[in-house]
């Protein structure tokens, strides 16, 4: 049942930017459905006061079964949907199995089409609705060691571009939002999909993974990135985008992510090659 707050449907919010968009925006007087994959997560957010639903962007009919719950529990009036979920695959290309990419895609990108289509048709009927993709800096600018993450959300960027000016004029809004270094656990939940499918002691940069990834990967005293700033950025950002009578339609979250778009608007194609190998 409707209760005349207006109504948000977010994925990802067992931890990092979801867990806290969810409670800061339920916060500022939004009812949020927190959507996690698995269902321990779910009943953990609903004893802290929030409603939550399963939803995994990886099982297809799974989608719509949320969509279709977030819609009778709000008298298929939802006001916006924030797709935020995504996971890291850390390694080298070369070393990237397709069948890992496939997965990948699934998640950070496919799944979001998904459950956005099956949301539009009660968007379009109520003539209103604010759809969110959580992005990156690596939605525009492509980092070593990243290339399965950085596909997805350079294919994200993409789509979110098309279906903002295919939705022109119908009031529905399509809002990019873009972090950079952000604390959240993503490098954590990145484990088990590097151990499912890099295998590391095989690759011709063996010396590399151990060196380099793996310390970063598995460390648990890593520092935080330089200019790393807490989810609460994120929220900050999506609140404006949710409720300005006109959002930008991107938002560029970080001093790296601000700073990179425009140093890309100036540098050649080889200037940043060479940038990125002294980095």
Known sequence: MTDGRKSLLITGCSSGIGYDVAHGMAARGWRVLAACRKEADCERLEGEGL???????????????AAREALSRTDGKLDAVFNNGAYAVPGLLE????????????????????????????????????ILMN???????ALPWRGS?????????GWADTLRRELRSTGIRVILIE???ITSSIRQN?????????DAPSSARADEYRKRLEPRLYSESAKPDPFELPASAVTRCVAHALTHPNPRPRYRITVPTKFIYIA???MTTR????FMSRS
Not at 115 to 127: D, S, V, W
Not at 149 to 157: G, I, L, M, Q
């Open 51 to 65: 409603e939550s639903l399963v939803l995994d962007y990886e099982d297809q009919s799974g989608i719509g079964d």
């Open 95 to 130: 070393d990237l199995p397709t069948d890992a990419l496939r997965a990948n895609f699934e998640a950070n990108f496919f799944g979001h089409h998904e459950l956005t289509r099956c949301l539009l048709p009660a968007f379009r009927r109520q003539g209103h609705g604010r």
């Open 135 to 141: 992005s990156s800096v690596l939605g525009f600018f």
């Open 149 to 157: 993450y950085n596909s997805t959300k350079f294919a994200v960027e």
């Open 179 to 181: 972090p950079g270094p």
């Open 190 to 198: 990145s484990i088990p999909h590097y151990e499912r499918w890099i």
């Open 264 to 266: 890309k608007r100036f």
């Open 271 to 274: 200037m940043a090659d060479r």
